[in-house]
């Protein structure tokens, strides 16, 4: 399966969570248009009903989640979904794991959050033990620090990380060697300087609390102040690319110089901006159809 996901993918969580008819119209359609995977979230619901509908409605597109939250699903529930899904629909169920954030996790259940790189190492041992073992080649990594790239490398087919920049693609390609690399990239269709800002600064919002991504972008050399009140222009203008097509298409190929297999590109828009195609950013796909 990694070895077909080379060109640009959809990450959504419109796809996911959105009025269901328009998404699977939607997937349909990016199916037609070309993309390699749909990638979806996972906050709690019914993800692999999700997966399915998706799934049903395409024909040679990888459905993958961006990603499975391990404290949600148990190892044995995920091989068997995965392979009652590829049984169903074909080889293409990519399965990306992640620890999730502290904050989220213990919402729920105060305390449940612990231990993450020992929590995903028991989750991938449930996945190899179970009555239909989900492959290594069938499951990456949501791996942004070094522990968790040499976890990807050796237990997976490879990482997708996510609001990271090419610097941290490049240091993800290092770190796994052979393995796929999948980043995920936040793009704005707009060229105004500040509304294309305010887009991605309201969609940066809730991701500016949790330390697993905060942790990381230090480590690629930016500062607290960059990340404190709402994100510098700085930090916004390296997570996001923002622009016309040819700006956008430069970010993905930075990706791609720096290692990246494949690209998932999430299309961020004003709030309300899409009401009249429920709720799909269906004209910035279309358009990011032009750069596959």
Known sequence: MM???????IWSGELRYGD???ANEAAAELDEL???ALWIPDVGGDLFEIVEALMAVTTRTTIATGILNLWMHNGEETAAQHARL?????????VG???????LVDMAEAGRYRKPLSAMVEYLDALDGASTPLAKNDRVLAALGPKMLELARQRSAGVHPYLVTPEHTAIARAAVGDAAVLPEQGVVFETDPL?????ARTALSIY???PNYANNWLRLGFTEADI????SDRLIDALFAWGDEETIAKRIQEHRDAGADHVCVQALTAPGANSDTGGMPLAEWRRLATLI
């Open 208 to 210: 500016l609390t949790l």
């Open 97 to 103: 794991l992640g620890v999730s954030h502290a904050p």
């Open 34 to 36: 070309g993309f390699d």
């Open 20 to 22: 269901r008819g328009a």
């Open 195 to 199: 509304t294309a800002r305010t887009i």
């Open 228 to 231: 404190a009140n709402g994100g």
């Open 86 to 94: 590829t049984t169903d629909h074909g080889d293409r169920f990519l």
């Open 3 to 9: 070895n077909a996901l080379r060109g640009i993918g």
